[in-house]
């Protein structure tokens, strides 16, 4: 019987993936604010783990460097690695690992582009040019012709996943929900799906990606994002999957801990709004990093993540830069669990 499951995010890494923006990007309007937003991220994972950074070419990585130097990044915690890509959206094109607690399993399932929105077809390559690039250790590579990003599944590594209907229904209009179910369960090793089908934000172009709405922590809890502001028009629907998260029960039948994130002002840039969620954070080896949006509910963010996971040091990026492409700190980054990335840095 295989022993290989899919680690909560809160385990033991060995580094972050992260792909550099560049004039070949949708980053290309905004790229000296968008590499300045880039080297406050890659600082604040750097203070807790090591990071690979994709590179398109000699010339991005050089220009990467240079950012990264003058931000006082230290460079033994950066390996570079150059691979095409399209996008810098590593959560959705990266891989996700499975271990056993010796070995690794890369599953790399098909990216589309979020469903066909954009073009993907480097980025669904990705994976394969990383292993070409000897990123990873060991590993066994399995690929999966069946569209899943990354940010539409969260893990709480003891064979539970949580997921929206919203989004695997627009990748699949064909399949039940109980064939999805099996689909993941055989993929991803995992014992059972708990499906939202409610939650999604203004801006957001995933199709209510998991990680930009409810998030598992240690000790059977969920962090998840609300709204306190009934003349909001995510008001609703928010409540109703505050009411769906309440009513989920653990893989022993008791109901979870639940951690209600603050909502921030809205966020519109050139008569857009951007969805500004507080839980796209991701998790390092001692730490959290979270998005900031300069509001006054940064603060009370930083408390209620501090709450879920007890015992990390909480580093707030400013991630207004980011949100302009639809996404934030999760979404642009893939932790690996620790034993499965080659030649980093210590």
Partial sequence: MS?????????????????WPHAGTDWAPRLDRIEAAYVRLVAAIAHFVPIVI???????????????????????RIRFAQVAYDDTWLRDSGPLTLT?????????????????????????????????????????????????????????????????????HQRHPDMT????????????????????????????????????????APDDA??????????????AELARMHEEIAALRTIDGRPYRLHRLPWAAPIIDEGRRLAASYAN???????VVIPAYGDAA??????????????REVVAVDARSLIWQNGSVHCLTMQMP????????G
């Avoid at 940064?298 to 015992?311: L, Q």
């Avoid at 620790?338 to 840095?345: E, I, K, N, Q, T």
């Fill in 3 to 19: 022993n290989f499951r899919l680690p909560a995010e809160w385990e033991a890494q060995a580094g972050v993936l992260v792909a």
């Fill in 54 to 76: 994709c590179v398109a070419d000699a010339c991005v990585c050089e220009r990467a460097s240079r950012a990264l130097a003058a931000g006082g990044v230290d460079p033994f």
């Fill in 100 to 168: 056993d607690g010796a070995h690794f399993r890369l599953i790399d399932f098909r990216f589309t582009g979020w469903g066909g929105k954009f073009a993907g077809g480097r980025d669904d390559r990705l994976i394969q040019a990383l292993i070409a690039q000897n990123v990873f250790g060991p590993a066994e590579h399995r690929r999966i012709d069946w569209a899943l990003e990354g940010g539409a599944i969260e893990s709480d590594g003891k064979g539970t996943l949580l997921t929206t209907w919203r989004c695997l």
């Fill in 177 to 216: 929900r109980s064939d999805m179910t099996q689909r993941l369960l055989d993929a991803l090793a995992t014992k059972r799906i708990l499906w939202l089908d409610h939650g999604y934000l203004e801006g957001d172009d995933t199709d209510a990606h998991i990680d930009t709405l409810a998030r598992f």
């Fill in 222 to 235: 969920i962090v998840f994002q609300s709204c306190d502001d009934p003349h909001d028009p995510h008001y």
């Fill in 281 to 287: 954070y991701l998790l390092v080896d001692g730490g």
């Fill in 298 to 311: 940064d603060a009370t963010a930083v408390r209620v993540i501090a709450a879920a996971h007890p015992g």
């Fill in 338 to 345: 620790a034993g499965s990335l080659a030649d980093l840095p």
